[in-house]
């Protein structure tokens, strides 16, 4: 074991001491004890992102109380997670759908999203892809091609 650890690793990635030791930072325990007096208040804030926007929720929001939730277009069901989105500790429930503001300016209309653009194309193609591919999922998960319209269908699921 020892020897694994001290193995030369690429830079940044953390070994197990290293995980452990910050999940048990003054900083990290402070931080969960933030969270849990947001969870006891009410105050937590669930956010369903799509896992290719380039934008961290606690940025916007300026609060590390937020449960993310993050997927294809930000449209997967929630269900594997409804307890902690429908918890009495939220008191709020967004979805973030994302776009390329250049997009508008130069075409008129927004896109930028990687899922919502193959769900565009997904959709001229005669196609049942059948298994666990990407293609199924976007096809099985992806109302819309439209960021403002599958954002609302995804808000609606949540509720």
């Known amino acids: 074991m020892r020897e694994l650890i001290s193995a030369p690793r690429p830079p940044g ?3 197990v001491c290293e995980l452990l030791a910050d999940n048990q930072s003054k900083e990290a325990t402070r931080g969960l004890k933030t969270w849990r007096r947001a969870k006891d208040r009410g105050a937590l804030v669930g956010v369903h992102t799509c896992g290719d926007a380039r934008v961290v929720p606690t940025s916007i929001f300026c609060t590390p ?3 993310e939730i993050a997927s294809i277009a930000a449209a997967s069901s929630v269900e594997p997670f409804s307890y902690a989105m429908r918890h009495s500790g939220v008191m709020a429930s967004i979805v973030l759908g994302h776009f390329a503001l250049d997009s508008i300016i130069k075409k008129g209309y927004a896109e930028g999203c990687g899922g919502l ?4 194309h997904l959709s001229s193609v005669e196609q049942d892809p059948e298994g666990d591919s990407v293609e199924k999922y976007i096809l099985d998960n992806v109302a819309s091609p439209d960021v403002a319209i599958q954002t609302i269908i995804s808000a609606t699921q949540m509720c």
């Open 13 to 15: 990635n953390l070994d």
């Open 65 to 67: 109380t937020i449960i």
């Open 117 to 120: 653009h193959e769900r565009s």
